[in-house]
């Protein structure tokens, strides 16, 4: 719909907006440099969190994930981030901001989703694999520790010539979410420290 130069402190970007012909939702791709359908290209699908990528929450690792992505992504000189706005998993802020006060009083994060009566994660990545081959990738290395959304990119026809983790520094409250992610979720994530 959209694509304009964004400057960041963390490099030089082009931005690029979407919409979905089949809902509501919209995308925003922030990349550098050439896509080319041969060159394996990093990428990562990052899902809003305005808690943790903008009010800098360190309940979730999600905002210093955005920015090293980023930083990779200067670094290679290459690379597509599809920011997709299916906050808290796909249930919304507002349902997200109740499954933090089920976890204030003990719930983890699964358990506060299975308590609202939502899936534990609702995301679907179909329509952001669209956008990368929108942008002319084929091969990708994909930023990211979620099995599943490695599984739901193979499937819509991306060839994941690589994984490369993005676990980053992460505070003491983000601890326990983060083995709750690891545990219950089954992320590829490294020693977790408390």
Do not use: W
């Not at 690379?79 to 507002?94: N, P, T």
């Not at 929108?134 to 990708?140: A, P, R």
């Amino acid at each position: 719909m959209a694509v304009a130069n964004l400057p960041t402190a963390l490099g030089k970007f082009k931005i690029a907006g979407y919409r979905s012909l089949t809902s509501d939702e919209e995308f925003v791709v922030l990349y550098k440099g050439r896509m080319e359908t041969g060159v394996p290209t990093l990428v990562r699908i990052h899902s809003q969190c305005l808690t943790g990528d903008v009010f800098g929450s360190i309940k979730c690792d999600c905002g210093p994930q955005l920015r090293r992505a980023m930083e990779l992504i200067e670094q290679e000189g290459r690379g597509a981030i599809v920011y997709q706005q299916q906050e808290g998993r796909g249930i919304g802020i507002i349902n997200k901001i109740r499954a933090y006060a089920l976890q204030d009083d003990g719930a983890d994060t699964v358990e506060a989703n299975e308590q609202l009566g939502f899936a534990v994660d609702a995301r679907t990545y179909q329509q952001c694999a669209e956008i990368l081959f929108d942008l002319g990738l084929c091969k990708v290395r994909v930023m990211s520790n979620n099995p599943d959304k490695l599984k739901a990119l193979e499937e819509a026809g991306l060839e994941i010539v690589e994984r490369v983790p993005i676990q980053v520094a992460s505070a003491a409250p983000a601890a326990h979410y983060l083995r709750v992610k690891k545990e219950k979720m089954g992320h590829l994530l490294n020693q977790i420290s408390e």
